[in-house]
């Protein structure tokens, strides 16, 4: 296992079953001090995207007709493997990405909750169907498609791969991954501890950008794309899938409303606190993090008050690997100057920033990508900051004045993600009832509302589709109808 606080991680391709060596190699900085290089990872050529692709549709040809308890045996072998490398896995995620180390074993829990709820329930979830009925005997099947390609972005890279890997492969698909160029290392090395378990060409790993990815979305060979990340770059790849008619499953982006009703009680110090982490978890760069909170008139001034003490408390933004830290930096230069960028614009058009947290380290602040996590108030309910997905530490806090009103703020976005309704319980069911979002949460919000038993997406621009629960897995296979009518002729075909 590799030193992964220590050494410098180098990643190649993984073809077939082997490590393909690259022409050309990245540098993976360390987003908390940006002189550190991390890991290499390479550039794959689109030559090797294709050997790639072709090697998975080879290996689909025996995977396919593998037993269901086989490949059930062989994840759950992966499983084992992935928990017994956790920590030098988590170590190298820190590093790579910036998330404090106890938000990577965040990961790296959830990563392991979904692929044994994924184990657990394939057997049953894809179990044939087979009906004697008035007509005559139907089964249903559910086959495998062909080669997956999992594309997934920088902010959860592991969750996001796992989450594609497990179903697809359970269901008798192979697959392409390609993890971000933004967060690649622990990814792969995650790809190729579950690829060990499994036959050659069953799983492959590719790395780099658009170009890539342009070659996995469009390849004839691939039956599915299992795609995580923005609306816009979803856009391209429809278009690029649109060739060859392919499935897809496309997790993209939000801007999820956390709304407060005049129920919700503003002295309760541990819903303030999951609030402030609903905010600031992984300094804000999760695609179902609250990006906007609404608050009833009534209680405006209170929350504001209450909200600023509970975030003082929980946000300590330093060192990753600094067990008191709990914000790290921003992922990437680009990313901190877009949220910076809305954070300006905010404040030219009047609104109010407050700082939230205390700087545990103010040399490595200066030296990372770092941006102090801010309250932004007395913002115009169509400010870009308030109807644009940050994907960072700020947070703007609006009041409204009834619950019409919110609904409507909430469901004009183009996005329809995650929500959440704070308050009294029955009341905050009947709102959240009227809500355009794939998933709700009561008196809770992001990934402490996350239930991996149950279907996970979004409505309109944040996706098409389902991952986790029994539709996370079937959303990897074809439907297949074999009919044995009773009667072969129709009565109303003439003789
Ligand atoms: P991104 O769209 O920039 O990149 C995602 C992946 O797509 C990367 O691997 C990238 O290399 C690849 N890619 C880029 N251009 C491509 C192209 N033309 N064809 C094929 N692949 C291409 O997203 P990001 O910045 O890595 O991630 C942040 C976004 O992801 C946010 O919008 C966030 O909300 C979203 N996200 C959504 C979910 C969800 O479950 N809905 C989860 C996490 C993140």
Redesign the pocket.
């Known amino acids: 296992m590799w030193k992964a606080d220590q050494e410098t991680v180098i990643v190649e391709a993984f073809i077939n079953g082997h490590h393909v060596p690259s022409r050309s190699q990245s540098a993976k900085e360390n987003p908390a001090d940006p002189a550190e290089i991390v890991g290499y990872f390479p550039v794959t050529t689109k030559e090797q995207a294709v050997e790639a692709i072709e090697a998975a549709a080879e290996a689909f040809k025996i995977w396919k007709k593998t037993p269901i308890d086989e490949r059930i045996a062989r994840m759950r072998k992966a499983i084992e493997k992935i928990r017994a490398a956790e920590n030098e896995i988590v170590h190298l995620l820190s590093r790579e990405h910036g998330k404090p180390l106890y938000d990577a074993h965040g990961e790296i829990y959830v990563s392991l909750m979904w692929m044994e709820f994924a184990c657990n329930e394939a057997a049953s979830v894809l179990q044939e169907e087979v009906q004697e009925h008035d007509h005559g005997k139907t089964i249903l099947s559910y086959d495998p498609m062909g080669v997956v390609a999992a ?6 890279p592991i969750a ?1 791969s796992t989450i594609k890997i497990a179903p697809a492969l359970l269901a008798g698909n192979t697959i392409v991954l ?5 967060a690649p290392l622990a990814a792969a090395k995650v790809a190729e501890l579950i690829a060990s378990e499994f036959p050659a060409g069953v799983i492959n790993v590719v790395h ?3 170009d ?3 070659e ?2 469009r390849n004839p060979l691939v039956a599915k794309i299992a ?8 856009k ?2 429809i278009k ?1 899938a649109s060739e060859t008619i392919k499935d897809m499953t496309l ?4 801007n999820d409303a956390a709304i407060f009703l005049d129920s919700f009680d503003v002295q309760d110090e541990r819903a303030m606190r999951r609030i402030v982490i609903s905010n600031f978890l992984t300094t804000g ?4 993090i609250a990006k906007r909170v609404y608050v009833h008139r009534s209680i405006y001034d209170a929350f504001v008050e209450k909200y600023i003490e509970a975030a003082n408390r929980w946000i300590r933004i330093g060192d990753p690997f600094d067990a008191n830290t709990t914000v790290g930096p921003v992922n990437n230069l680009k ?1 901190k100057n877009y949220v910076q960028g809305l954070i300006e614009d905010a404040r030219q058009r009047g609104a109010k920033v407050i700082p939230l947290g205390q700087i545990l380290d103010q040399q490595r602040f200066e030296q990372g990508y770092y941006l102090q996590p801010t309250l932004v108030l007395d913002c115009d309910y169509h400010d870009p900051i308030v109807v644009e ?1 940050q ?1 960072g530490p700020t947070v703007p806090i609006l009041p409204f004045d009834d619950v019409e009103q919110v609904i409507h703020l909430h469901n004009e976005s183009i996005y329809g ?1 995650t929500s959440s309704v704070w308050g009294q319980e029955e009341e905050a069911i009947l709102v959240a009832r009227q809500l355009e979002a794939g998933t709700t949460m009561i008196n809770t919000a992001a990934v402490q509302g996350l239930d991996v038993r149950f279907p ?3 409505f309109k621009q ?2 098409i589709g389902r ?1 986790y629960g029994a539709e996370g897995i079937r959303t990897y296979t074809e439907q297949h109808v074999i009919n044995v009518p009773k009667t072969l002729d129709l009565p109303y075909i003439p003789e």
């Open positions: 594309i997934s972005p920088w902010n959860y996001l390609k993890p971000s160029p933004f780099g950008d658009a890539v990815g342009v996995l979305t795609f995580t990340g923005g609306t816009a770059t979803a391209h790849i690029a997790e993209l982006g939000g760069q999760i695609c179902m990313q997905e994907f993600l996970f997406g979004g944040s996706g991952e």
